[in-house]
C-alpha cells in the first residue's frame, strides 16, 4: 500500500542524544508510522531511529533482493512478503513467540502469507479502488464500470497509479477475471479495457495523489482507502466509491530483512508499537484499519466517522502470482504504458 509522497526517498532522524546507546534503520511505506511514537521509542530505550521510505512494493523487493540494504526493519504488503519468505531474504525472528503476536486479533494471525507467523507482526489494512472528487463529478460510483468505461465528462481526468498491482486486480474484479490467471485470453481482457479507458486517462502515477484530486487536475483518481479518509477529514471533497464487484484488499506487515545490524532494536521497536495503547495511537495517526487489538475507547476512525474503513462490499486480498501469471500482469502493464 500506500503512498502518497514523491517517489523521492523521504529520509528522517529520530535521536535523544548525540551518543544513542543502539540504532534501528525503518524502511516503510511514505508517512506511515507515526512520528511521535519513533520519537517516544527513541526516547524510552536511547535508540537512533533513521526512517527512508518507499512508493511500492516493487521497490522494496528490488532493494532487499539486492542484499545487504543497512534497514533493521521493513513492512511489505501481504503478497511481496510471501515472496520475501520464499526468497529467503527476510529473517525468522520467531514472531509468534513475541508478546505482539498475541495482540494480533485472532482473525489475522497466521495467515497465508506467514502461515506460521514466524517472520511477520501485521502493521495496518485496508482497501484499494477508485475515489471521486464529489465537486466535479456527480455520476454513479456503484460499479468499477464507471471508473473503467467512464462517461465522456471524465476524458483526461482521471489517473491510475504508477504501478500494476492493484489497478489489475480492480479490473479483474470487475472483468471477473480471478487474480493470478495464466489464461492468456483472460488477461488479454484485462488490457483491453485498460486500453480503451486510456484515452481518459491524465495520469498514471502514485505521487501528489491528494493534491491532484483536491486541486481538480483530475476528477478520479485510483486510491486508498485512509488516505481518502485523511484527505475528506482535511476539507477535500473526497468519496471513495463503494463498487459492488468488491475492492483491493492489501495487509502491511513488519518484517526484519535478512542480516539487518540491528535485530534486537527491531524486535524491540516491533513490540513496543504493537501494545494496544501503541497500536491505538497509531491507528489514529495512519487513518487505516489496525489488525491488532486497539482500545475502542481512543479509536478515531470508527464506522460512524470513517466509512471508508468499514466497507460493505466484498474485499479480495491481492495474491502471490505465480511467475507465468506475473509474466502476464507485466505484459499488460507494459503494453499499456507503451
Known sequence: MKKYLAATALALCFATSAQAAGELNIYAWAESISPDLIAKFSKENDVKVNVDSFTSNEDLLTKLQAGSSGYDIATPSQHFLRVM???????????????????????WRNQWWDEKQEYSIPLAYGTAGFVVNTDQYKGPTDSFKYFFEPAEELKGKIALLSYPDEVIGAAQLY??????????????????????QKPFVAVYSSD???????????????????????????????????????????????????????????????????????????????????PMKVIQ?????????????YPDVPITFSRTCSAAAQDLVTRVWTQLLQ
Open 85 to 107: 519468505i520464499d526468497q529467503g531474504i527476510i529473517e525468522n525472528f520467531g514472531a509468534n513467540k513475541l508478546k505482539a503476536y498475541e495482540n494480533i486479533e485472532e482473525k
Open 175 to 196: 472483468l471477473g477475471v480471478p487474480f493470478c490467471s495464466e489464461d492468456q485470453a483472460e488477461m488479454k481482457k484485462v488490457l483491453d479495457l485498460l486500453m480503451a
Open 208 to 290: 501528489n495523489i491528494a493534491s491532484r484530486l483536491a486541486s481538480g487536475e483530475v476528477s478520479v483518481h485510483f486510491w486508498w482507502d485512509g488516505d481518502s479518509l485523511r484527505a475528506r477529514k482535511a476539507g477535500s471533497p473526497v468519496k471513495l466509491a463503494m463498487t459492488k464487484e468488491g475492492l483491493v484488499g492489501w495487509m502491511d506487515s513488519y518484517v526484519i530483512p535478512k542480516g539487518a545490524p540491528n535485530q534486537d532494536n527491531a524486535v524491540k521497536f516491533i513490540e513496543f508499537m504493537s501494545t494496544q495503547e501503541n497500536a491505538t495511537e497509531q491507528m489514529n495517526f495512519y487513518s487505516h484499519s489496525s
Open 297 to 309: 475507547e481512543k479509536v478515531v476512525n470508527t464506522r460512524e466517522t470513517a466509512p471508508e474503513l
